[in-house]
């Protein structure tokens, strides 16, 4: 059969949790936490459940839970958006994000992906019939390159993918790549698709940025954002997206048509308690930068170099001192003979750069941080 996607196969993330069950090697490789949610909110969708709350929710997401969402972009983000028109509940960010490509990128649009990027945009612009049209961050910093994204740009440019905080780099936007990216959206009438879902996880005193908080992008963006992250229940495949009226209901044509609704009782769930804890997300950072130093200081007597994460809950390790080995080959090789499995940063590029480099998620308990880190100071 004629493939619609010939270059796609079973994602690294599966294969190399696979891959670490089969060697009972410690799991750093796929970003879930081995932590539980916290108890209210589990007990929240076990009552939901238990009431009844087990049928079709409406096509747009629980209008008790648009209602939070709403006050939650104000409360931690000072931006307004109508629980109605604007917000759209999702089975999660991934299908944001193909809901968005499908409802904007036609055949032959092209759309621009920052390299490394998350697995599923290149794919979900191509079934859209569009180009992904791949432009690298820059070594190093991997902060974008703003001549390399204008130089990019051509006539068929229809939209532009960003991610910040950024998976797999650990990076977040500043405030002028914000500026850059309005002045360039405006001149060339491109729409951009944000995906934030690490948002509340920015580290050091920094603070998220999202682009609905300038507003010559706030007019011509969704910003996707995941429950799964948030309350660290990735298992729960819940999402939504924020965009103008006018946006969102051509998402929501495509949306109606790919899930139809998202899963009422954990909707209901969410919903219930972000009314009980609206500052629960605020202190997600906090957590995770501990975790993130407790790593980094237990690989300070290893050979590998990094640069703590600023957001997300992944840190890339740069094992240049310590192999010559490409990235996919040292990461099947650990996760058998040190068991450790990590994930291989060449796998988010279309065109890989010559570089050693590994993530590692750190959303693990105390004791298998610990555990990992002393495997790598061996090493
Ligand atoms: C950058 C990025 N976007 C989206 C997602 C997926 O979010 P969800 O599970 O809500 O689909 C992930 C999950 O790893 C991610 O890292």
């Not at 991610?163 to 729409?191: A, K, V």
């Amino acid at each position: 059969m004629h493939s619609k996607l010939p270059d796609v196969g079973t994602t690294i993330f599966s294969r190399m949790s696979a891959l670490a069950a089969q060697h009972n090697a410690l799991n750093l490789s796929q970003g879930f936490p081995d932590f539980d949610a916290p108890l209210a909110l589990r007990e929240a969708l076990a009552e939901a459940v238990m009431e009844g709350h087990n049928q079709y929710a409406p096509m747009t997401g629980l209008p008790s839970l648009r209602e939070q969402l709403a006050l939650q972009l104000h409360l931690h983000r000072g931006v307004t958006a109508d629980a109605e028109t604007e917000i759209t509940v999702l089975p999660g960010a991934t299908e944001g994000i193909f809901c968005t490509i499908m409802a904007c990128v036609g055949r032959g649009d092209e759309v621009i992906v920052l390299d490394p990027s998350y697995d599923s945009y290149a794919p979900s612009i191509t079934m859209a019939g569009g180009h992904p049209v791949h432009v690298a961050l820059s070594a190093e910093s991997f902060a974008p390159d703003w001549d390399a994204i204008a130089d990019a740009i051509t006539a068929r440019t229809r939209m532009i993918i960003i991610n910040t905080p950024h998976n797999p780099t650990g990076t977040i936007w500043s405030d002028d790549d914000f500026r850059q990216l309005e002045t360039l959206s405006q001149e060339h009438g491109l729409l951009v698709c944000s995906d934030e879902v690490y948002e509340h996880l920015v580290f050091d005193g920094d603070q998220h940025r999202s682009v609905l908080q300038y507003p010559g992008l706030r007019e011509r963006a969704f910003a996707l954002f995941s429950f799964g992250k948030t309350f660290s229940v990735t298992g729960w495949k819940t999402g939504y997206c924020v965009a103008p009226a006018g946006l969102s209901a051509e998402l929501r044509k495509v949306h109606q048509f790919v899930a139809f609704v998202a899963v009422t009782p954990v909707q209901q769930a969410v919903a219930r308690f972000l009314e009980a804890e609206p500052q629960y997300p605020a202190q997600l950072a906090a957590d995770y930068q501990q975790r993130r130093d407790m790593f980094c200081s237990a690989l300070a007597a290893s050979r590998f170099r990094l640069t703590p994460s600023r957001g997300t809950y992944f840190q890339l390790l740069d094992y240049s001192e310590i192999s010559d080995l490409p990235d996919l080959q040292l990461c099947e090789q650990w996760t058998e003979e040190v068991g450790i499995a990590s994930i291989p940063i060449s796998v988010f590029y279309r065109k890989p750069p010559a570089q050693q480099v590994l993530r590692f998620c750190f959303a693990k308990r105390e004791e298998v941080l610990l555990e990992a880190a002393e495997r790598l100071c061996k090493i």
